[in-house]
């Protein structure tokens, strides 16, 4: 089904009203980007895209199993948006809401496939929400692995480039970049236990996993692995 601008806004506040578990028509009509009305939900029911249980603000709303398919997509292309400007791009949290609102009514399926999959298919976006899987994510288990892959990935000597570090405490994105931990720096994994140690150049940086696991690289089509 086609939906306008407007409804996808609306699915898309649904989505978000029901993760945090108040999907009423009032939080719904307030969250929507530009808006939304009573009027423009009884028109989505109409549509089958939504069903409303209750009268008034306190009713609540739902996603028919049609609406939450677009909705999903509109959710996923978002979220991957975020991740895209925020980890490859280093734009700020504020800017990227207001860019990813603009890419996910343009980014395509194939489209956003493609950024998943540079992105090395990421869990979560940035505000640590759950990003809905694509099919993209669910044929890679199947096929040799991403090219962008976390860092804990990599096995002893093989080595890739950072590709970008995903970690919401700015501060110490900030320090691993001063230690030369960032996009496009080569990394040659020395250790993976008791601690992750990557060496960068001449200095090699220990990480706990759950730092490490935050550091995304990529994997050159050759790379060597060491003995």
């Not at 978000?16 to 307030?30: F, H, K, L, N, Q």
């Not at 990227?96 to 999959?117: G, V, Y």
């Not at 540079?118 to 899987?133: A, Q, S, T, V, Y």
């Not at 890679?140 to 970690?167: D, F, H, K, N, W």
């Amino acid at each position: 089904m086609k939906t306008n601008a407007r409804m996808d806004e609306a699915l898309e506040a649904i989505w978000t009203s029901t993760e945090a578990g108040d999907p009423t028509v009032a939080r719904v009509c307030r969250d929507a980007v530009g808006g939304a009305t009573e009027e423009l939900l009884a028109s989505m029911q109409s549509l089958r895209l939504i069903t409303i249980d209750g009268k008034g603000e306190a009713a609540r709303v739902a996603m028919t199993p049609e609406g939450r398919t677009i909705g999903r997509r509109i959710i996923r292309s978002h979220r991957l948006a975020e991740r895209l400007v925020v980890d490859v791009l280093a734009v700020s949290l504020e800017m990227a809401e207001e860019a990813a609102c603009e890419f996910e009514h343009t980014l395509s399926h194939d489209l956003t496939d493609s950024i998943c999959t540079l992105l090395g298919h990421p869990k979560r976006c940035p505000h640590g929400k759950e990003i809905p899987e694509g099919e993209c994510c669910r044929q890679v288990r199947s096929q040799v692995g991403p090219v962008v892959a976390p860092a804990t990935s990599m096995e002893i000597g093989e080595e890739c480039r950072v590709a970008y570090v995903a970690l919401t405490d700015h501060s110490l994105s900030h320090q691993l970049a001063s230690l030369g931990i960032a996009p496009g720096v080569p990394v040659r994994m020395h250790q993976r236990w008791p601690s992750f140690v990557l060496k960068c150049e001449e200095t090699e940086v220990a990480l706990e996993e759950s730092i490490a696991r935050n550091i995304f690289v990529r994997r050159e089509p050759a790379s060597p692995v060491a003995p």
